[in-house]
């Protein structure tokens, strides 16, 4: 996500002129002080991700249970059980047979009886009211206390546990929109506030309202507030940064959620009730509060809402604390930035008023770019690519009781490493490498990783846990690279849709994960394996239909983005027929590509 934002910062910048005007100024300004306290809202809300998004690993984790009916009793003196007419020493139940015991057996058809009534009920059974469990005993050996065995999501209600990971993912659907429009519309400052609030009331409600129905609605709420506090408190941070540390502002902002993911797993082998590692991992909201009332609204945004003076307060704070030295009068400079963004805005409202006089051009529009032989492959291709890459990222990422039953800590931790060693990794190997190259190489490897996995005997447990490890880094690191690459495939007049697009196409596939870590999981132990393997074989076999970007010259319009389909077509055909000189003719006759000595131009022009 840093990535993007980074590039979406740079493409907007050197499109406007009067960005440009402001970017020199914060050249001036410098990175300092100032800036350091939006990094630090950033964090704080990178560092509140990780037990939302990947918690469910600890948090609502399937907990080893047995089922009782009529046919259990139990001898007043407590010293046997008569489980379904065996004679069972207690003193026998002991950790070498405690899983023969939770067996996680629901009662079929003819043991269910509508009057659940025992002689005596055995020690820490709990009366569920399930016809397929109506009296269940958890093994709290490895979790106090889970989501799963604290609502009871097991045998009819199995189907119950992906639903908590689903409506995070839902409302963090909604947050990346609605969020977003709350920060444009009324500053990154005031949706940071709300998201803020929202985080903190829905965690206090999701740990002490003992109802289910009430958990998800908070995770949706949760998923709204997160992703909402970071889309906007990105944008707010890198606004702020001069150009020259706007990279360093992105890598460091996208690192927090990795290293997070190690915490959560360190305070979660401490803390083995749920509620208490929610809370202990959501406190940071409490410094993230007050810290928003003190950090400064985004001066780029101020001026683009014709609020100058806010902005040149702002300003002139931000030139004080950085002790920074500027060139010119700064309220003559501020005016002239302010002049320019004025008269910026009075056009874009212009052009708005005219796109909504022609709303019904829209369809028009789509089936301009399905004409487009480039642009085709692009719409199909890469939300189907952001489909499954989600889809195996989260996929693996909450995988970790299928995986290791026994130590999903190590897992959890370990997952943080790998993600943050992708984004260390594969950001400069994308620079030599190409994104296409690269996207495609990390996901066929980690697939096929994924696959070795599971012909591996578990007597090499290890090799196990190396494969997965390293098919994870792998396919975040594949990741990583097409936050830059998807934007730099749309033209800019539909960069923000495509990549909105291409984002909803991700979420989806967020939603789908859970369905194979859990619902397919209890089918075939195997499954989760070889789905999220072949997954990323699949999607390293699309690559090559897309264009590489590396080197190449952002596209304008729909003309560059044909063009640049059309270079890579003759690049293939000069090659094969080794010829000298070739020409396309498109359009009425006119000629918009050459290709001459293995060399491409173009002659022509939008229209």
Not at 101 to 130: H, K, V
Not at 175 to 188: A, E, L, N
Not at 379 to 407: E, R, T
Request: one cysteine or more; aromatic letters at 10%; charged letters at 15%.
């Amino acid at each position: 996500m840093g990535s993007t934002e980074r590039r979406l910062s740079s493409i907007t910048i050197s499109a406007e002129s009067d960005d440009d005007s402001f970017d020199e100024l914060l050249s001036s300004i410098g990175f300092g002080p100032w800036q350091g306290i939006s990094v630090l809202v950033v964090l704080i809300i990178a560092a509140l991700l990780p037990v939302q998004m990947v918690g469910m690993t600890l948090i609502a984790p399937p907990v080893p249970f047995r089922c009782h009916g009529r046919s259990f009793t139990a001898l007043e003196n407590q010293s046997a059980l008569t489980i379904d007419d065996k004679l069972i020493e207690i003193s026998e139940f002991d950790e070498h047979n405690q899983t023969d015991y939770f067996d996680e057996r629901c009662l079929p058809p003819s043991e269910q009886d509508e009057d659940y009534t025992w002689l005596q009920q055995p020690n820490n059974s709990i009366i569920t009211g399930m016809k397929s469990c109506p009296s269940i005993e958890y093994d709290h050996s490895l979790f106090s206390s889970s989501i799963v065995s604290d609502f009871h999501l097991v045998c009819e209600e199995f189907h119950m546990q992906a639903f908590y990971q689903i409506a995070y993912t839902f409302g963090g659907a909604l947050g990346s929109v609605i969020g977003g429009s709350i920060g444009d519309r009324f500053g990154r400052l005031r949706a940071v506030q709300l998201g803020a609030v929202l985080y903190l009331g829905g965690t206090l409600a999701m740990a002490f309202v003992p109802l289910y129905e009430v958990v998800l609605l908070m995770r949706v709420i949760l998923g709204f507030a997160n992703t909402s506090m970071l889309v906007t408190g990105w944008n707010m941070a890198l606004e702020g940064s001069p150009p020259t540390a706007r990279t360093l502002a992105g890598m460091l902002m996208g690192l927090p959620i990795s290293l997070f993911m190690m915490f959560l797993a360190g305070v979660g082998y401490f803390l083995r009730t749920w509620q208490n590692l929610l809370l202990a991992c959501g406190s940071p909201v409490l410094l993230l509060i007050p810290l928003s009332f003190i950090a400064d609204e985004s001066p780029r945004w101020l001026l683009q809402q014709n609020r100058s003076k806010e902005a040149y307060t702002i300003l002139q704070r931000a030139v004080r604390l950085n002790k920074a030295k500027i060139n010119g009068d700064l309220s003559t400079i501020v005016e002239k930035i302010a002049l320019g963004s004025k008269k910026k805005c009075s056009e874009n409202s212009e052009m708005s008023a005219s796109m909504y006089a022609k709303c019904m051009s829209g369809l028009h529009e789509m089936m301009e770019y399905f004409r487009s032989p480039g642009m085709r492959a692009i719409l199909i291709v890469s939300p189907i690519i952001w489909f499954f890459q989600s889809f195996v990222y989260l996929g693996l990422a909450i995988n970790a009781n299928n995986f290791s039953s026994n130590d999903p800590f190590l897992y959890v931790a370990m997952t943080g490493v790998m993600d943050c060693g992708s984004i260390i990794l594969s950001t400069p190997a994308t620079a030599f490498l190409g994104r296409r190259v690269m996207i495609a190489t990390e996901l066929f490897v980690g697939g096929a990783l994924l696959l070795l996995e599971l012909v591996v005997p578990n007597e090499y447990s290890w090799v196990k846990w190396v494969l997965v490890m390293v098919g994870f880094l792998l396919v975040a690191g594949a990741f990583q690279v097409n936050f830059v690459y998807v934007p730099e495939l749309y033209p800019t007049l539909a960069r923000a849709r495509g990549f909105a697009f291409v984002n909803l196409a991700g979420n989806l596939g967020y939603m789908c994960a859970p369905l194979i870590t859990t619902n397919l999981a209890k089918v075939n132990s195997w499954a989760p394996g070889v789905v999220f393997g072949c997954s990323g074989i699949f999607i390293s076999l699309l690559m090559p239909l897309l264009p590489e970007t590396r080197k190449k010259p952002l596209p304008e319009n729909l003309q560059d983005v044909d063009n640049r389909w059309r270079e890579g077509k003759f690049k293939n055909k000069s090659k094969a027929a080794g010829a000298e000189n070739l020409a396309y003719t498109h359009d009425g006759g006119r000629e918009l590509c050459s290709v001459k000595n293995g060399t491409v131009s173009s002659s022509a022009t939008a229209e």
